[in-house]
Each structure stands twice: as structure tokens, then as C-alpha cells.
């Protein structure tokens, strides 16, 4: 049954970043033509500076999700329902910190958009909007996590799934037919909080002793444990915001509000390309820790090895079809040659992409072998050395400057995850492991570089079906020459007898 809910959860999710990735390449089109780059930077940018303020949440969901999969074994009702009663109690504290954070920063908002051309009432009325979706979602959604934990992950995924869609065609009509972005707002804001009710309906139906004992206590050990699990989550959690979140506000901040629109482009596409990555390395990683359950070292050094050989393959095919793709997309599909992008910023996605996709394996050995505090500190590394970089070369490089940062910041944790986890962990060296991902850095650099040209022949004069003739093309040229220099390799051989006999 747990094989079952977990390919099941995993198809699913794969689905749900499919077609939420379609959605919102269609919308975005809209938005950037009909509303303008102004009003897509200006959406990025309060999206970003909500999501920062949301880490208040501390990570008490992953904790408690934890310790509700544990309870689930155990089929205790009332451990179930008071680790609800607790969880639901935080959210509502969340939800009024968000609240009073949010309009702390109300006033000031505008500061973070340089160079734009909105009135201060518009900036104010769609950042209250914003905050107002935040806030209801944690007042609506915290009930999710009772599905997660019970394997039901996919009846989560369905129902935001089909919330996304409908937000994004909403978006696309309203704004394609009005250019108005504030009525397509509200509309989401209903759909959202519509859908987060209706969950929350059929999981009452589903547990009904959630209503039965809504004023359970949770014994003051659980309680204890939990919050002592929150330290390094939080601290993480916050590494992973300074990340992903700072860069389209030291564009705006920095440069300017349309130049922050542009970003987002590039910020949407490669962002795409990762959630697939990272959807597949979610449904990897219970596997894994079922493996170094077992506190084999060697076997727990092998399927690093192999795993990350494995995503090299994903890396290279990812980071070629960005570096040769991109720009055709961007200019002759997607949107129009005045958003022409650079040359150099595309040469950053492609690397970023590739470092950290190839960064994963590592990333999830970290996780399961509950090398927690080092995470946390190779975290906030990575988070300093982007804001450094980035801070750094933006005035100077503008977008480039920007990615560059975070392909700093990739780079540096790759380095400091590998040496952490050989040296604390498996207690070894980590020579042969650099070795192995120098060779598949070179490998890659003469990869995407050869299949940059083979895109161009084939593209030519340009249009969808040589588009798409260029993609497969790029995409067999990527895996046909791994496979040709890889075939007759240890690992692949390795890899080869794991998949034929289904088992590790």
C-alpha cells in the first residue's frame, strides 16, 4: 500500500507541475504584453517580500507532519488530534503575525519598487490583496497536513492543482480582456479560499474525531520535541528564503521595477525546469532513507555515487535545453523580440540549473542522514554568499550580476555539503566524489556547448515545429552522448542491474 500511495503521490505531482507550468507560461505571456513588464515585476516583487515574511511559520509544519506519520501508524486518535489542535492554534498565531508584519510594511512598500510607474494607492491596494491571500490561506489550509502524513498527498495535490489552473485562466481572461490585474487578484483570492474550505470540509468528513476531540492537549514532552526540531528547520528555512526570495527585490531595489519584470522570465523558466527536478528527487527520497536506515556506510556511499550520476543525466539534458533554447522561446514563442534576453544571463540559468540539480543527491543523503545542524549552517552560508554577490554586481551587471550570486551561492553549498558529509558522516574522503563531479562538469561544458549549435542548424528560420525539432533534437544529442562516454562505466553498469532487478 505504501509503494502504491507513493507513485501514486508522485504521478500526480508530476502531472500537477506539468500543467501548472503550461498555465502559468500562459499567463505570464498575458500579463507581461497586456499589463505590461512594470506589472509583472511589480507581482513578483510582493509575492517575494510575503513569502520572507511567512517565514515566521518557523517550520512547525514539517515537525508536526513528522510526528502525525507516526501517529497514523499507531492509529492513536487522540495524538492525532491534539498534534491538529496544536498545529491549528500556531497557524492562527501565524496568521495574526503575517497580519500585523504585513501592514508594518504597508507604508514602505513602495520602496522596494524603484522606477515605476503605478500610483501609491495601486501599489498599496494589490499589496493588501496579497497579504489578505496569505493570511487566509493559513487560516484555511492547515488541515492539509493530516493528508500528507497519511499518504493522501494526492488529494492535496488535485485540489490546489485545480485551484492553480482555474487562477491562471482567470488571469489570462480577465487581464487579456481588461488589462485590469486588481478584479483577476480578487478572483483568485476567492478560488483559493473557496478551494482551501472545501478541503477542509472533506477532511472533517474523512477524520471526524478532529471535530470530537478539537480541545485535546498534547502531552508537554511532544510539545517539547517538537519545538526542539524547530531550531534547525527554522534557521533553514530561512537560509531558503534569503535564496530564492532576495533576488527580484535587489533588482527592484537596485535597478528597477521592469527590469525585476524581466527577471521574472527567466526566474519562471528555469523555476520550471527545477520543480520537475525537485518533484522527482521528493519521490526519491523515502527510499533513501529506508536505505541508510540500515547505517551501511559503504552502500550509503554507492548510492550517492549513483544517484548522483543518475541527475547528471537530468543536469546536462536541463541545462543544454536552457543555454539553446531559451532565447527562441523567449523572443519567437512565448512572448516578443522586445524581450530579447541576454546572452549572458541565459549562460547563468544554464549553469544554475546544472549545479543545482547535480546538488541534490547530496542535498538528500543530507537530510536523511540527519545531519540537520550542518544543513543549517551551510544553509546560511549559501544565503550570505548570494546576497553578497548579488548585492555586489547588480548595479554593475543588472540581471547577470544577480544570477551570478546565486550560482555562487549553488557552488559553495555544493562544496561544503560534499566535505560535510564525507567527513562527518561516512568518514572518508571526498576526493573521488570531486573527481567524479569535475568529470561531469567538463562532460557538460562540451555537451551544452555542442548541442547549442546543433539547435541553431536545426532551428534556422525559426517557428514552432522547428522549435520543437530543435528540442527533441537537443534532448537525444544530450543523452546519446552520455550514454556513448558513460556505457562501458562502473556505474552504469551499477545502475543497470539495480533497475533490472528493482531492488538496491
Known amino acids: 500500500m505504501r509503494v502504491k500511495n507513493m507513485i501514486r503521490n508522485s504521478s500526480v505531482s508530476f502531472l500537477s507541475q506539468v500543467l501548472l507550468i503550461i498555465a502559468g507560461f500562459f499567463s505570464q505571456r498575458v500579463l507581461f504584453l497586456q499589463a505590461g513588464r512594470e506589472l509583472a515585476g511589480l507581482n513578483s516583487v510582493i509575492s517575494n517580500i510575503l513569502a520572507i515574511l511567512s517565514v515566521s511559520e518557523l517550520g512547525i509544519s514539517t515537525a508536526v507532519v513528522f510526528h502525525l506519520y507516526q501517529a497514523l501508524v499507531r492509529k492513536k486518535e487522540s495524538e492525532i488530534a491534539a498534534l491538529m489542535n496544536l498545529y491549528r492554534r500556531a497557524y492562527v498565531v501565524f496568521a495574526i503575525v503575517i497580519t500585523v508584519f504585513g501592514l508594518l510594511v504597508l507604508p514602505f512598500v513602495h520602496v522596494f519598487l524603484r522606477h515605476n510607474s503605478f500610483s501609491l494607492y495601486e501599489i ?17 489550509s492547515y488541515k492539509r497536513s493530516i493528508l500528507i502524513a497519511d499518504q493522501r498527498e494526492y488529494i492535496v495535490t488535485i485540489v490546489t492543482t485545480t485551484a492553480g489552473v482555474l487562477n491562471y485562466l482567470l488571469i489570462i481572461v480577465i487581464v487579456g480582456l481588461t488589462s485590469a490585474y486588481i478584479p483577476a487578484l480578487f478572483a483568485n483570492i476567492v478560488i483559493e479560499a473557496v478551494s482551501n ?11 471526524p474525531f478532529l471535530k470530537k476531540l478539537r480541545k485535546e492537549p498534547l502531552p508537554f514532552h511532544m510539545i517539547c520535541q517538537i519545538f ?32 525585476a519584470g524581466v527577471y521574472s522570465n527567466y526566474s519562471l523558466i528555469t523555476q520550471s525546469v527545477t520543480n520537475i527536478v525537485i518533484a522527482l528527487s521528493n519521490a526519491v527520497q523515502p527510499g533513501i532513507g529506508v536505505l541508510f536506515v540500515e547505517k551501511n556506510q559503504e552502500k550509503n556511499n554507492q548510492a550517492l555515487r549513483l544517484l548522483t550520476f543518475s541527475f547528471y543525466f537530468i543536469a546536462v539534458t536541463g541545462a543544454a535545453g536552457l543555454n539553446a533554447l531559451m532565447e527562441p522561446f523567449i523572443t519567437d514563442l512565448w512572448l516578443n523580440e522586445q524581450s530579447m534576453p541576454l546572452r ?48 555586489g554586481l547588480a548595479r554593475t551587471f543588472g540581471i547577470t550580476g544577480v544570477l551570478a550570486g546565486t550560482g555562487c551561492s549553488y557552488f559553495v553549498q555544493l562544496v561544503l555539503r560534499t566535505r560535510c558529509f564525507f567527513h562527518d558522516y561516512l568518514k572518508r574522503s571526498c576526493r573521488s566524489y570531486l573527481l567524479e563531479l569535475a568529470e561531469y562538469a567538463c562532460l557538460a561544458w562540451a555537451v551544452i556547448q555542442a548541442a547549442g549549435v546543433i539547435v ?10 522547428r522549435f520543437l525539432a530543435a528540442g527533441i533534437c537537443c534532448v537525444l544529442f544530450s543523452v546519446g552522448t552520455n550514454l556513448v562516454f558513460f556505457c562501458r562505466s562502473q556505474r552504469a553498469a551499477a545502475l543497470y542491474r539495480i533497475v533490472r532487478r528493482r531492488k538496491y
Open 124 to 140: 498599496r491596494v494589490i499589496y493588501s490583496m496579497w497579504l489578505l491571500r496569505t493570511v487566509l490561506s493559513y487560516l484555511l
Open 197 to 207: 474550505a472545501g478541503l477542509s470540509y472533506y477532511i472533517g468528513r474523512r477524520y
Open 228 to 259: 526542539g526540531d524547530l531550531k534547525n528547520i527554522f534557521f533553514m528555512r530561512i537560509a531558503s528564503r534569503l535564496l530564492t526570495c532576495t533576488d527580484n527585490l535587489i533588482i527592484s531595489g537596485l535597478i528597477d521595477v521592469g527590469t
Open 344 to 391: 549572458s544571463a541565459i549562460v547563468w540559468c544554464a549553469v544554475n540549473c546544472l549545479i543545482q540539480t547535480i546538488g541534490l543527491p547530496l542535498t538528500i543523503c543530507m537530510n536523511v542522514s540527519g545531519l540537520f545542524d550542518k544543513e543549517r549552517r551551510i544553509s546560511m552560508t549559501g544565503a550570505f554568499v548570494n546576497l553578497a554577490v548579488s548585492l
Open 456 to 465: 541553431d542548424v536545426v532551428y534556422g528560420t525559426g517557428g514552432f515545429l
